[in-house]
């Protein structure tokens, strides 16, 4: 094989500058003068440089530590403090790994990440190289962040910057370091880039990068098909009464409130993973809230807007058409934190029109928010408390993209790379499809929620939250409720959806299931994947980790154990509905409705 004759230069200057960057860095970061080169021992190894392939310049492969120490800062813009002895060893750990890495040689391979994991990278020495020195900065620069001294949330932050910093270095999002791309480009003659640059462009004029082929989906077509009719509207919500799949149905009807950050049809994709299409094969006669995708005329309203014409306008307008004195109910994410407050106002009104309530993945005690806290300060809600003063509106890509980056490498960097330097077009999804479809919220409504519960958790405080002129106290919330949280949620943490059990006085039952925020909930019965798990009956210690301790794991979905429970709920059976609505609540339009068709404009 014929080697750079510029190698050995090339591969002295890589380390001379990454030694010399180290020591500026950890100078800096540790507010001290600048220490003895911590690399110095390097020119001590004798590396066979020689034998090395060829690989591009120091500085598409050193990370630009200038950056990094922008990155090791608190929230008052001050140099974050360092453990020095955890220093010490990530520099000695360092030295092991980019020792080990030289001396593979040629048989250097990026393994363990599936970024690198095609033949492409490991068949091309240059491109594998870039690969595993990257891993080996990415993995020493976590270390450096996890050594940051201070309090738990600016250890965080830190953390989540410099996460999100290496993740889109990657080599593997750049074309002129992505071996697999360019091997496509060869393939196909440029075809790959010149699509690449089409998708770009696409996906400039929609406003988002495209996660699926949305081209192939429309919302009661082919997702949100299970039949029913609008059978009220007002300008927030479209009420959805479902078509009875049974003969019979139990008296007590089935109310459903979904989150407003997003679209209500991820409970109804398709007919074999529906869970609105379950609960009316289960006999119940079930309703679902639609919400309106905000404009302009919406612009001006708040938490107690939608708490009021539309978290208790639902309950009511849902039990004057069935004649039901109570109903069951269930909220899911932002949903359920909306449905409780609706329940603490007409506690503290004096009124008890819902008999039982389930909360999926919902936040009510905001103490353990998960990596989401590392936005939130005063500042943060100040200034979107100062920016919505007016009104306005909080725009649903904006949310969607803060969401998308809490993973960035499977919902952004993965279709940069397959979308744009591969020119693929990524496959049909319904779920990403519904991820996709964004949006907004108005403004008011939107700071009122952050201040109240991700700031100040003000529900939990009996008496701390007023709204719709009530003081909210969930002491008085006194109702059987069904508790859901999933295990790997990383926007409802385990443990924030379990501290639920430690607020309500009703009866309760908390199940966790497996996996995340969606895939957890819309894991259906029937097809038997993954398991849940339940813990003694009225046993619910403040750590959820006691719980866990004590909970017995069960195969398939957590959807039977809902089933019998909400079944113990809903009362006697009586003869299905024949038709929709009432006299004075008629049918307008076939379901899913106008309002979740309105898409947010990019």
């Known amino acids: 094989m014929n080697f750079d004759p510029k190698w050995m230069e090339t591969a002295q200057q890589f380390q001379k500058t990454m030694m010399d960057n180290w020591a500026q860095a950890l100078g800096a970061a540790t507010g001290g003068a600048a220490p003895a080169n911590p690399f110095a021992a390097l020119s001590a190894f004798s590396l066979p440089m020689g034998q090395m392939p060829a690989m591009p310049s120091a500085g598409a492969m050193a990370p630009d530590f200038s950056q990094l120490t922008k990155l090791l800062n608190g929230p008052n813009g001050l140099p974050a403090k360092l453990d020095a002895a955890k220093v010490i060893d990530i520099q000695k750990q360092y030295l092991q790994d980019v020792a ?179 609960a009316v094969e289960q006999g119940h006669h079930t309703f679902v809230v639609s919400w309106r995708n905000p404009d302009e005329s919406l612009a001006q309203k708040t938490w107690d807007d939608y708490i009021e014409n539309a978290i208790i306008k639902s309950i009511n307008v849902t039990r004057e058409i069935t004649k039901a004195e109570t109903i069951n109910t269930l909220g899911f994410c932002v949903g359920g934190t909306m449905l409780v407050t609706g329940l603490g106002v007409l506690a503290a009104r004096g009124e008890k029109p819902v008999n039982s309530a389930t909360f999926l993945t919902t936040l009510m005690d905001f103490s353990d928010t998960g990596i989401l806290d590392v936005f939130i300060d005063e500042n943060f809600v100040k200034f979107r408390e100062m920016q919505f003063a007016n009104g306005g509106l909080m725009p649903g890509r904006d949310l969607s993209t803060t969401f998308s980056f809490l993973r960035p490498n499977d919902l952004v960097w993965n279709y940069v790379v397959g979308n744009y330097l591969k020119g693929e077009t990524p496959p049909p999804f319904d779920l990403l499809y519904w991820n996709s479809d964004s949006t907004n919220l108005p403004g008011p409504y939107y700071a009122w929620y952050l201040r109240n519960t991700y700031l100040e958790n003000r529900l939990v405080k009996p008496g701390a939250a007023s709204v719709c002129g009530q003081k909210i106290d969930l002491n008085q919330v006194d109702i059987p409720v069904y508790i859901y949280g999933s295990r790997e949620d990383h926007i409802v943490p385990i443990g924030g959806a379990y501290a639920t059990t430690q607020h309500l006085p009703g009866r309760k039952r908390f199940v966790m299931g497996a996996s995340g925020h969606i895939a957890g909930v819309i894991n259906p019965a029937s097809k038997n994947k993954r398991s849940h798990w339940i813990g003694p009956a009225n046993h619910f210690p403040a750590d959820v980790n006691d719980w866990i301790s004590s909970a017995q794991e069960f195969k398939g979905s957590w959807w039977t154990d809902w089933s019998d429970w909400l079944q113990s709920q809903a009362g006697k059976q009586v003869a299905a509905p024949k038709s929709y609505g009432s006299r004075k609540y008629k049918a307008t339009e076939a379901a899913p409705g106008s309002y979740v068709k309105a898409k947010a404009k990019p």
């Open 100 to 278: 080990a890495l030289w001396n593979q040689g040629l048989q250097v391979k990026p393994s363990g990440d599936r970024r690198f994991a095609a033949e492409a990278w490991s068949g091309n020495p240059m491109a594998a190289f870039s690969a595993a020195i990257y891993l080996v900065n990415a993995k020493t620069l976590m270390a450096l962040a996890d050594a940051v001294e201070g309090d738990a949330k600016t250890r965080a932050r830190v953390r989540f910057a410099v996460q999100q910093w290496i993740d889109a270095s990657a080599p593997s999002n750049f074309l002129a370091f992505n071996a697999e791309a360019q091997k496509k480009a060869i393939e196909t003659k440029g075809e790959s880039i010149a699509k690449g640059v089409q998708n770009l462009l696409h996906d400039m004029k929609q406003g988002h990068v495209s996660m699926t082929d949305e081209s192939l989906f429309e919302v009661g077509r082919n997702v949100a098909t299970t039949e029913g009719a609008v059978v009220f509207e007002n300008e927030l919500f479209q009420l959805i009464e479902y078509k009875p799949l049974t003969d019979k149905v139990y008296e007590r009807p089935f109310l459903l409130i979904p989150p407003c950050i997003n679209k209500f049809y991820i409970l109804d994709l398709q007919p074999d993973n529906s869970f609105i299409r379950y």
